[in-house]
């Protein structure tokens, strides 16, 4: 029995992470209304600066006019009720004058007790954002504080007008404003942030959604109607995107077809391939009884028909492997190319009655391949070669299908071409993809797809050269340039 975990042994609860809505449109929403109120608040300094200068202008103003007072009034004399009048009007406790730099007092309110000291106020040419920090300054000071405020005149010529006041009132005013602009920062916002969300939520959330549930479906079954996506026909970045993910669910429908057209064709082949053994073997047995015979005739072919089959038996014996997706990994030797091509016509039938070979390979050429797998790379090329010609309409001359080897580089090309009637536009495209790339009426597209396969597999590739009219050649590519085994003649033809 297990030890129990110690306290130190026991696992920790991961921390709490801060709420975050998880679907999309609820994080728009969100991220909106936080942006339009960001945007709010960094206009509240400027706004709350400017109604702190106003405010204070219109006390400059009614205490500039105040001290008009005793300038009109009889003997220059005003009464103390005038004066309190006068003050409670402004709203100030103090108003003074300067003329040709001379400070003059115009009314005072009396104070009991000591005086703290004012803190100043210069409206007299303040550069704009100097003052954003004063409202705040304001609000948050201590209580019982005095403000002085110094202004230009309008309404009398003079150096300044200047009065002191308490700025409790000032307070209330900025906090009231403040509020104010609070609320309607905070509604705005509101009001914005859905009307932005509804129209993304409208042009972008809902059709991504859409998609989204498009795949979701089709990964669930990709057969089901359902998952189709229903093109809107937009010609921004999200119809792109539908069209691009309807491409994709029909190249992937067309995969998993042929997928399972390979897969049945694989549990076919490995039926097929069990009674094909069998009927290898009994012509197997066949032939060893006909070496038995003295036969001279017999003796010439029977070697040839010994190869055939033996052939045959392990092609039957890799179908499966092939049915697997995989080809049994080349054995990589030093092939003489020109017999192995001789081979490989009389395996496509390309005899002196019909269409001919020509080969064009010395004697001694060599290339490094798998032996099996370029018998089976060169008999499928000339096979559909001679295919081709067979099937053409109307033929200028015999037919023939010419093989040559060159090693540029290193590298061994050969090519195969014959003058049929040519590839045909409409399957070049797919000429490599299995039961896809045939020309032929009856043709099944396999034969071009292995060989292509083998020649890949020996880290080569094979690739159609050129087509026309006269003809196609296809080319293909091996790596290494094994040398000559004897000099021989360079051209050969067998009819």
């Known amino acids: 029995m297990a030890d129990a975990p110690t306290p130190q042994e026991l696992p920790k609860p991961s921390p709490r992470r801060f709420f975050w809505p998880g679907g999309l449109s ?9 942006f339009v109120a960001l945007g709010g608040a960094l206009t509240l300094p400027p706004s709350l600066a400017d109604y702190e200068r106003q405010w204070l202008l219109d006390r400059v103003r009614a205490a500039e006019l ?36 001379i400070r003059s007092l115009v ?32 609000l948050f000071g201590a209580d019982g504080r005095r403000v002085r405020v110094m202004a230009e005149p309008r309404f009398r010529k003079a150096d300044f007008v200047e ?49 989204t549930r498009s795949m979701e479906r089709f990964r669930a079954d990709p057969e089901d109607p359902k998952a189709r996506l229903k093109l809107s026909g937009r010609r921004d970045e999200i119809g792109r995107a539908e069209a691009e993910l309807d491409r994709m669910q029909a190249d992937l429908r067309a995969a998993l077809h042929s997928r399972a057209r390979l897969a049945a064709l694989g549990e076919a082949v490995a039926k097929i391939n069990h009674d094909l053994r069998n009927m290898l073997t009994s012509a197997q047995i066949a032939s060893e009884r006909l070496a ?7 003796s010439q072919a029977l070697p040839r028909l010994e190869r055939a ?23 990589i030797r030093n092939v003489p190319l020109a017999p192995a091509v001789e081979a490989a016509g009389e395996e496509a039938r390309l005899t002196g009655d019909g269409v001919r070979l020509v080969n064009e390979v010395a004697e001694g050429d060599q290339v490094a391949a798998d032996p099996d797998q370029l018998h089976r790379i060169l008999v499928n090329l000339l096979r559909n070669a001679r295919e081709a010609i067979e099937h053409q309409e109307v033929r200028a001359g015999p037919g023939e299908v010419r093989v040559s080897l060159t090693q540029p580089d290193g590298v061994s090309l050969v090519r195969v071409a014959d003058n049929g009637p040519g590839v045909p536009e409409r399957v070049r495209e797919r000429l490599f993809q299995a039961f896809a790339g045939s020309g032929r009426p009856g043709g099944a597209g396999l034969g071009l797809a292995i060989a292509r396969e083998l020649a890949q597999a020996h880290g080569g590739d094979l690739s159609l050269a050129e087509s026309g009219p006269e003809g196609s050649t296809f080319e293909l590519r091996l790596p290494g340039a094994p040398p000559r085994a004897r000099r021989a003649s360079s051209a050969r033809s067998s009819a």
């Open 163 to 211: 009065f002191v006041a308490s700025d409790a009132e000032l307070k209330r005013a900025l906090a009231a404003y403040l509020w104010r602009q609070f609320f309607i920062v905070a509604f705005v916002s509101t009001i914005t942030g859905v009307l932005v969300y509804l129209a993304l939520n409208l042009f972008l959330v809902r059709p991504m959604q859409r998609i």
């Open 309 to 331: 089959l033996d052939r045959a038996v392990r092609l039957a014996s890799d179908v499966l492997a092939y049915g697997k997706t995989e080809e049994p990994a080349p054995e």
């Open 292 to 298: 038995a015979l003295k036969d001279p005739k017999v």
């Open 26 to 34: 609820a994080r728009l929403l969100v991220l909106t209304v936080l």
């Open 107 to 138: 009314f005072a309110r009396p104070r009991p007790g000591p005086a703290r000291a004012p803190y100043l106020v210069d409206l007299r040419g303040r550069a704009p954002g100097l003052g954003w920090v004063a409202p705040f300054r304001t």
């Open 66 to 101: 105040a001290s008009l007072a005793p300038e009109v009034a009889p003997d220059r004399v005003v009464s103390e009720q005038l004066k309190a009048q006068f003050l409670n009007g402004a709203g100030v406790d103090i108003v003074a004058v300067s003329v040709d730099g």
